[in-house]
């Protein structure tokens, strides 16, 4: 009997590493852990969407409206969300999808053969390794210059560049690092891209989460006028804190010509899958009218947060070898951490002594050991005790 075989791109390695043992062996003791990478908004004691929810159930959602791009009013309601914000997505280049990470699969399908490249910054969301095997498309990071907030090394995101390259991401803000893209770095992005006939891809899916002001010397937004080929990409995960709601869309800004294009192309493959559900996109512009509380309590807790996460470094003092990198928007936030242990180590230090779980940098592609990146969302005496804890621990190291 001969087995059946599975693809090259599924194979991966599922062993537990010695963390999530760790995490299973003290959830089996029914210990309390104090979850500081907790990432999901909807956990995190934050604004009451139930009524929001509940505007899926309404019977206009009971007639089935399969259109590939959205159902116009959806469409319309993505525009009006940019508008508000002074930024102009005209209707007809708005398509819908059910989360950002399918419409990452879709372009990936629209932009590359396989083993084409994508250049992707690092540190960043270490989801993108799993999209881009999945349409064997090949990551090429590029690095952001920590001692320079963050700012994009252009020379070497240029070297990387060769003839299968196809496409730079962005993450705008970048998760976990918060930093903003500037204006000089897009404009200089633009001209790589045209350069090299790239597309970019805009994640802004953290967008609306900026800490103070956003200081003039960064782009709000890469919906605009765009001279490259231009997909900017966003949803309702952020957006209204509601992932379960599975709405995220594309914008595609530049040229008239691409830009249609790439629409033609798109709407095949939205047509393909029809993955987005009628009664939230029929919903969508009451969800998106309601963003302005749910995102005003989201900015207030990740601040709070912050504050007592810079208490607890300031208590100790200013010598200690532990310092929180600055952050300009996002939810998270990066510690710069002694290096007299690696960052698996202290992660399980934190699990076993204390029941708090965090995350290492190199999760998310920092440079070298000496990170940890937490989660600014739990709830504020929860995360005020939690951090205060790790940071006391880090200082005695
Ligand atoms: C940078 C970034 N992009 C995309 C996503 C996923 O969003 P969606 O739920 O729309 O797939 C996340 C989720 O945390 C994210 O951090």
């Known amino acids: 009997m001969k087995k059946p075989l599975f693809s090259e791109r599924t194979a991966w390695d599922l062993t537990e590493n010695d963390l999530a043992r760790d995490l299973g062996a003290a959830r089996g003791e029914g210990r309390a852990l104090v979850d500081l990478t ?32 959205g159902h116009p009013t ?24 059910a989360s950002t990470s399918e419409a990452y699969g879709w372009l990936f399908k629209l932009l590359t053969e396989r083993g084409d490249k994508v250049l992707v910054p690092a540190p960043s969301y270490p989801l993108f390794a799993f999209l881009a095997q999945l349409e064997d498309v090949e990551l090429v990071p590029y690095p952001l210059m920590r001692e320079a907030g963050f700012r994009i090394d252009l020379h070497a995101l240029e070297a990387a560049i060769d003839e299968d390259t196809r496409a730079i991401l962005l993450v705008h803000p970048n998760n976990p690092t918060g930093s903003f893209v500037r204006r000089d770095e897009a404009e200089a992005l633009e001209a790589i891209a045209l350069r090299h006939g790239l597309s970019i891809i805009a994640d802004e899916v953290f967008g609306d989460y900026a800490f103070a002001g956003l200081p003039a010397d960064r782009l709000p937004s890469f919906v605009g006028p765009r001279r490259a080929l231009t997909f900017v990409l966003s949803g309702l995960s952020k957006v209204v804190a509601l992932p379960q709601l599975k709405l995220g869309w594309i914008g595609v800004l530049g040229p008239d010509d691409v830009a249609l294009e790439a629409m033609r192309r798109i709407e095949v493959i939205a047509d393909t899958y029809l993955s987005v559900g009628t009664p939230v996109q029929l919903a969508l512009p009451e969800i998106l009218a309601a963003r302005g509380p749910i995102q005003a309590a989201i900015r207030a807790r990740t601040a709070r947060n912050l504050v007592a996460l810079d208490a607890a470094l300031a208590a100790l003092g200013a010598e200690a070898s532990v310092r929180r990198l600055p952050v300009e928007g996002g939810w998270y936030a990066i510690l710069e951490i002694p290096r007299t242990r690696d960052e698996d180590a202290w992660v399980q230090l934190f699990v076993r002594d204390e029941g708090i779980i965090v995350h290492p940098g190199y999760f998310f592609d920092l440079p070298d050991e000496g990170f940890l990146v937490v989660s600014l969302l739990p709830p504020e005496a929860t995360f005020t005790a939690a951090i205060t804890t790790v940071i006391r621990r880090l200082g005695e190291a």
């Open 74 to 97: 959806a469409r319309a309601a993505v525009a009006s969300y940019y508008a508000e914000r002074g930024l102009d997505l005209p209707i007809d280049r708005v398509a819908l999808s």
């Open 38 to 69: 907790e990432s999901n908004p909807t956990r995190a004691g934050l604004a009451d969407t139930a009524a929001l929810v509940a505007l899926l159930g309404d019977p206009r959602g009971a007639t089935y409206a399969p259109i590939a791009l």
